[in-house]
């Protein structure tokens, strides 16, 4: 079952920073958030990901609430190339030393010229 | 980071065939994952592919329907047996690397395919 859960869809105007929410109510104290995206007919792209301590790379920063139960992905100058589907996704133990993705619906995000 | 390919990129089949998906890595991975991404949905893990070990299936997928192949360290094998229309989605490769607590997944991109 899905740990996050994350708007359908958003718009963003070409230039402006586009934030996209994420609640993960009920993550553990040990699990990461990460986010990854999809453009169409792609396979998913790695952006970022965080535990407690807020990131930043050189395609998006990620700021996460003192109780973690949301996150927020911020790409600060969204470009037409950005548009795609946005995954918000919680890493979880899976027995032993092993780890799962567990994978949000995504937010599908449009950039408007 | 990791190039990985998969074979086919599309394929259109007929009920009750199997096609069997091929996934190329550049570089010695341990673990592989095989992932479902149905129309318009998220993507679902059907099974974790180890060398020289048994692949593990996640709930709802079991090895008759979605037997897997890990030969080596760089090429696993899935195959998606006695297909029907709800089958038809895209299936992905994907390998991970871990450096410390981080992991991170370079995905594949993708078999899409549609039985009819």
């Known amino acids: 079952d899905a740990k996050t859960t994350q708007p359908t869809s958003m718009d963003c105007a070409e230039g402006r920073a586009a934030n996209l929410p994420c609640n993960h109510s009920?993550?553990?104290?040990?699990?990461?958030v990460y986010w990854y995206r999809q453009i169409h007919s792609q396979g998913p792209q790695y952006i970022i990901h965080?535990?407690?301590?807020?990131e930043t790379n050189e395609m998006a920063s990620l700021i996460i609430t003192e109780d973690r139960k949301s996150s927020t992905l911020i790409l600060p100058h969204a470009t037409l190339r950005d548009t795609a589907v946005y995954y918000c996704?919680?890493?979880?133990?899976?027995?032993?030393?092993?780890?799962?993705?567990?994978w949000g619906a995504g937010t599908k995000l449009i950039i408007k010229p | 980071s990791a190039v990985i390919s998969q074979k086919p990129s599309r394929d259109i089949c007929q009920r009750g065939t199997s096609l069997t998906i091929q996934c190329q890595v550049d570089?010695?991975?341990?673990?592989m994952f095989w992932y479902r991404q149905q129309p318009g949905q998220s993507l679902t893990l059907i099974a974790t592919?180890?060398?020289?070990?048994?692949?593990?299936?996640e709930s709802g997928f079991v090895i008759d329907k979605f037997p897997i192949s890990r030969p080596n360290l760089t090429f696993s094998t899935l195959t998606v047996s006695n297909m029907s229309p709800e089958d038809s989605s895209i299936y992905l490769c994907?390998?991970?690397?871990?450096?410390?607590?981080?992991?991170?997944?370079?995905f594949g991109q993708g078999t899409r395919l549609t039985v009819v």
């Open positions: 965080g535990l407690k301590n807020n």
């Open positions: 570089s010695q991975v341990t673990m």
């Open positions: 994907s390998v991970e690397y871990r450096l410390g607590l981080n992991t991170e997944a370079f």
């Open positions: 592919a180890n060398q020289g070990s048994e692949a593990t299936y």
């Open positions: 996704i919680v890493r979880v133990r899976n027995g032993g030393s092993n780890y799962q993705l567990i």
């Open positions: 009920t993550i553990s104290g040990n699990e990461y």
